[in-house]
């Protein structure tokens, strides 16, 4: 869903801090609405989901997130200082999986969103963010950008 190119070794070329190259989540929800809208309520069942990134010697690493659809974006906040945060500074690319609830059902079914994962580093938008969610401090944020 990037337009960028790929630079040496085929690794993507692109966003850095701050600057959002990719797809936002309100492009996904213009192209596909019906499908945007039932990942958004799937998100939404739940507060707390499962976070899948890169580690430094490229194994998995699966940790809890709290996700917010909120602006047209998918927001990621993380504790300052959290392993997932070098993980994605290092290499941006992630998967999130939905809270699947309890029981064995999966009602509702099976939901994952991936792609990378760009730091927020405006104070604007940190503020906006901070005022309306009130996440503990410190704390960082990124959001999906393809």
Do not use: C, I
């Amino acid at each position: 869903m990037t337009h960028e190119g790929r630079g040496r070794g085929g690794r993507s070329r692109g966003a850095v801090a701050g600057e959002a190259a990719g797809v936002s989540w309100a492009v996904v929800e213009e192209a596909e609405p019906a499908l945007a809208g039932l990942v958004r309520e799937r998100f939404g069942r739940f507060k707390h989901h499962v976070l899948a990134t890169l580690r430094k010697d490229g194994a998995p690493r699966l940790t809890g997130l709290e996700a917010d659809f909120r602006h047209g974006e998918l927001w990621l906040g993380m504790m300052t200082g959290a392993r997932k945060v070098r993980d994605l500074r290092r290499d941006p690319r992630f998967s999130l999986h939905a809270n699947p609830g309890p029981g064995t059902d999966m009602e509702g079914g099976d939901v994952r969103v991936s792609g990378r994962a760009v730091e927020v580093t405006d104070p604007a938008q940190v503020a906006r963010y901070t005022a309306e969610v009130r996440p503990p401090e410190p704390f960082h944020l990124s959001l999906l950008v393809d």
